[in-house]
């Protein structure tokens, strides 16, 4: 079973940053990737970024003033997020697709933080 907690939410104004992270706990066998979804109050969820293999993608709503990166040692996700605009409200929720030690796989959830941008 594994566990991700978010920090780093709050209330920024527009052109201000902020930086979200999300640590998971647990013992799986391998964290296959981990990334960010956001969704606005009446909007679907969608993805922000993620990181894969060492490799990332970026919602082209966000390229250029959000970075995700990661540090493996402590299997916590960050979300540098600079910039940020009204249109970036939203509540942010990271994830993992994480193998088992059985060989299982399946992606876990955060709670959610909730970032809003606001004059």
């Known amino acids: 079973q594994v566990q991700l907690v978010e920090s780093g939410g709050g209330l920024v104004q527009p052109g201000g940053s902020l930086r979200l992270s999300c640590a998971a706990s647990g013992n799986p066998f391998r964290i296959d990737a981990m990334g960010w979804y956001r969704q606005a109050p009446g909007k679907q969820r969608t993805l922000v970024a993620l990181l894969r293999s060492g490799r990332t993608n970026y919602a082209d709503s966000v390229k250029g003033r959000f970075t995700v990166s990661r540090d493996n040692a402590r299997n916590t996700v960050f979300l540098q997020m600079n910039n940020l605009e009204p249109e970036d409200t939203a509540v942010y929720l990271c994830?993992?697709?994480?193998?088992?030690?059985?060989?299982?796989?399946?992606?876990?959830w955060g709670q959610g933080t909730q970032v809003s941008v606001s004059a």
């Open positions: 994830y993992a697709d994480v193998t088992s030690w059985n060989m299982d796989s399946r992606r876990y």
